[in-house]
């Protein structure tokens, strides 16, 4: 089952009276009721009604991801704020974040959870009324929503390390929520089991072909809440399997020659048709009054919020390429971030005037349409080389610089576990960068190797993912692992060095506490 993810307007005018998608503002979420709603014999009739409410469960992504994209930039060391930045934003630079800034506020994500409850049970209303709905149907929808229900309870605990958990459908959101609030741990043991239960059916152990929604993927939802808790080898098998996934041949997910050199740069432009790479995409139109924010906030020529941060700038002019010896990393940096000039300090060196970020202006025809993606092949790649990393063993570690690296189609002879992915040139070999080597096995104690490679992985996230609402959960995640809040605190703290900032922010995010955002 392929479906485009377009929510069209038909899909939100529905949704103001069929799912709780009517709440104002974060303030008053959890007292609020719902509203006059079309009740659930009236509206499934058809598969048309559940593809309607399905793809409607997912609209309230397009209000939180550009927020999220915001937040996790100008919290991280990716983006730095300008002289346009309002209050919201500077209290989130100076990591001294109030409970009522509108970039943290979760009702959106809530929204997300209380209209999935809401299809899943009723979803089956349809069975007998439309031949269409037939079991493998009914499975894909609710696998769906499934996992997208876990993504979104995943990114509510990363944020702030707890959640209201909702257990059934509920008309009405109780005043007493608090007793619903678990912790990060809890929630994401939930989610596991959840997920783990899913797989044990018979249409995911045998040879139905997997649906294609436009939402995240279970196999790498699973993947990636197991690398979580620290379950590396589980991990690798459902990040592996994610990328496997859809019946798919050599290139889908591959990290292939569909996007090498400069074509890196299409990933972003009409994501949500890039099916090669992107997996799920919060999509937007103009033309649908659907309008991505993100192209005002970051333009030079209009609010100019925010810029990329001189360490993104350094990182991908620090690049080797894979010919010749002058630093850059000319394809992921051309369309990642630009600048109104270039200006010459010297013979040698020189700075980007006003430089802005790229990604969600690469259509410079329709820039209010941009895509926002959620979860893209690169992503699944690097996640699996992680956990890989961490299983620590030689063939493993082997594994993962591979997919860091110049990828399978480099390697010979082929590791048999790849036999699918001949056509994979591996994340730097995709953009034509040299590849990162850390010493052998048997130079160098195997804990320092494991962090060496481990650096140079989440590094590489840095830039293959900039700007796209990964950085501050990957320095969390790899700050939890290692017990080490110098981590994170230090890598963010970078953003100030020179600054009267610096101590302040690096002390206060030596302070676990920190790293979640109070509750609004």
Not at 140 to 165: E, I, S
Not at 281 to 298: D, I, K, M
Not at 419 to 433: C, D, F, M, P, Q
Request: charged letters at 25%.
């Amino acid at each position: 089952m392929e479906k485009k993810l377009r929510i069209s307007p038909y899909i939100l005018a529905i949704l103001s009276v069929i799912l709780i998608t009517n709440y104002g503002c974060k303030d008053d979420f959890f007292d609020s009721t719902a509203g006059d709603r079309i009740t659930p014999d009236q509206h499934y009739k058809s598969i048309i009604d559940v593809e309607v409410s399905v793809f409607g469960a997912f609209a309230p992504y397009q209000d939180f991801a550009p927020k999220l994209i915001m937040l996790d930039g100008v919290r991280s060391d990716m983006m730095e704020i300008t002289p346009n930045a309002d209050l919201n934003l500077r209290e989130i630079n100076n990591q001294n974040i109030s409970a009522n800034n509108p970039y943290i506020d979760a009702s959106d994500l809530y929204k997300v959870i209380i209209n999935i409850n809401e299809v899943l049970l009723n979803i089956d209303k349809v069975k007998g009324l439309d031949k269409e709905y037939d079991e493998l149907t009914a499975f894909t929808y609710k696998g769906a929503l499934l996992g997208l229900r876990a993504y979104t309870y995943l990114t509510l605990v990363r944020l702030y390390n707890k959640a209201v958990y909702f257990e059934d459908n509920l008309v009405s959101i109780p005043v007493n929520h608090n007793q619903n609030m678990l912790g990060k741990s809890e929630i994401i043991d939930k989610l596991i089991a959840q997920l783990e239960e899913y797989f044990k059916s018979p249409f995911t152990t045998t040879k139905y072909p997997e649906g294609r929604l436009g939402f995240p993927n279970n196999k790498a939802i699973l993947g990636e809440l197991y690398l979580e808790v620290g379950r590396y080898a589980d991990a690798a098998t459902y990040l592996k399997l994610a990328c496997e996934s859809y019946q798919n041949g050599p290139a889908l997910l591959k990290v292939d020659k569909s996007y090498r050199d400069a074509a890196w740069g299409s990933i972003f432009l009409n994501a949500e048709s890039q099916s090669i790479e992107n997996i799920a995409v919060v999509p937007y139109s103009r033309a649908e009054g659907q309008f991505n924010p993100l192209a005002s906030w970051l333009s030079v020529k209009s609010d100019y919020l925010v810029k990329p941060s001189s360490i993104v700038i350094d990182s991908f002019m620090a690049q080797i390429p894979l010919a010749g010896t002058v630093p850059m990393d000319l394809y992921r940096g051309s369309f990642t971030f630009g600048a109104e000039d270039i200006a010459m300090t010297s013979d040698t060196t020189f700075e980007y005037v006003n430089p802005f970020i790229r990604k969600y202006a690469v259509d410079v025809n329709d820039l209010q349409s941009s895509d926002i993606i959620l979860s893209r092949a690169a992503d699944l790649h690097l996640l699996l080389a992680e956990a890989y990393n961490r299983m620590g063993d030689e063939t493993s570690q082997t594994y993962a610089l591979m997919l860091l690296n110049q990828g399978v189609n480099s390697t010979n002879p082929k590791p048999a576990p790849f036999s699918k992915w001949s056509a994979n040139l591996g994340i730097r070999g995709r953009v034509y960068l040299k590849s990162r080597e850390v010493p052998a096995r048997d130079s160098i104690p195997l804990e320092e190797r494991t962090i060496l490679i481990e650096d140079l992985i989440i590094a590489e996230r840095a830039m293959e993912l900039a700007f796209e609402g990964k950085r501050w959960f990957d320095l969390v995640r790899i700050a939890e692992r290692r017990d080490d809040p110098a981590y994170l605190a230090d890598r963010v703290a970078a953003k100030f060095a020179g600054t009267s900032q610096y101590d302040a922010i690096r002390n206060k995010l030596m302070n676990r506490e920190n790293w979640y955002l109070p509750s609004n």
